[in-house]
Structures are given as structure tokens and as C-alpha cells.
């Protein structure tokens, strides 16, 4: 959702409150959204919902690092507060893609 120009004080409230969650499912070892966008101060929840398959939410480049294991039922949380593009992988599926883009 992008808000441009002129945005009554009430409107923005609401768009704040909107920010909260945005959620991920891991599954059939791909995320699902792969790519999501979001404004700054959205926390994306990633959940697995594989029967056996552990999975990570792993960022490389700078700052990079990766979660713990997600087993099936868990899931991995994080706050993105800058803007920018977060793409990342699974740590032990190197083929699993995602993207995080973070606008303000
Ligand atoms: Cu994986």
C-alpha cells in the first residue's frame, strides 16, 4: 500500500495501525509470498507449514545472519525498521527465494 500527497490525520492513523504483521507461509519449500512489500515498521511473521521440514530465514550481505530453525508449527519473526531491499534464502535450501521490500 503506498500513501502519496496530501493524507487526513485519520487516515494515516489507520494506515499506522495497518502496518503490524504481514505474514509468510513456508511450505513445499518456498515462501509464500516470495515477495513482499511493506512500509518501514512492519514486522514480517514467517510460519512453517511442512509436515517434517525445518526451514531458516536467511539474510546475507552486510548485517546479514540467519534464524533458528522454523520446524513445522513454529514460526520467525522480525521487525524491518529502514528502508530498502531484503532479499534472502533458507540457510539449508539455498534454493528457497524470497524478498522483503521496505518502503516509507
Ligand atoms: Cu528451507
Redesign the pocket.
Known amino acids: 500500500m503506498r500513501i502519496a500527497g496530501m493524507v487526513p490525520p485519520l487516515l494515516f492513523a489507520a494506515a499506522a495501525w495497518a502496518q503490524g504483521v504481514v505474514e509468510v507461509q513456508v511450505r513445499d ?1 518456498r515462501f509464500e509470498p516470495a515477495e513482499v512489500k511493506i512500509r518501514t515498521g512492519t514486522t514480517v511473521r514467517w510460519t512453517n507449514g511442512e509436515k517434517r521440514v525445518s ?2 530465514v536467511f539474510f546475507s550481505g552486510p548485517g546479514g545472519f540467519e534464524s533458528e530453525r522454523i520446524f513445522p508449527g513454529e514460526s520467525y519473526q522480525r521487525l524491518f525498521d529502514k528502508p530498502g531491499r531484503y532479499p534472502y534464502g ?1 540457510g ?2 539455498p534454493e ?1 527465494k524470497g524478498l522483503v521490500e521496505v518502503v516509507d
Open positions: 519449500y526451514h531458516s533458507c539449508p535450501h528457497m
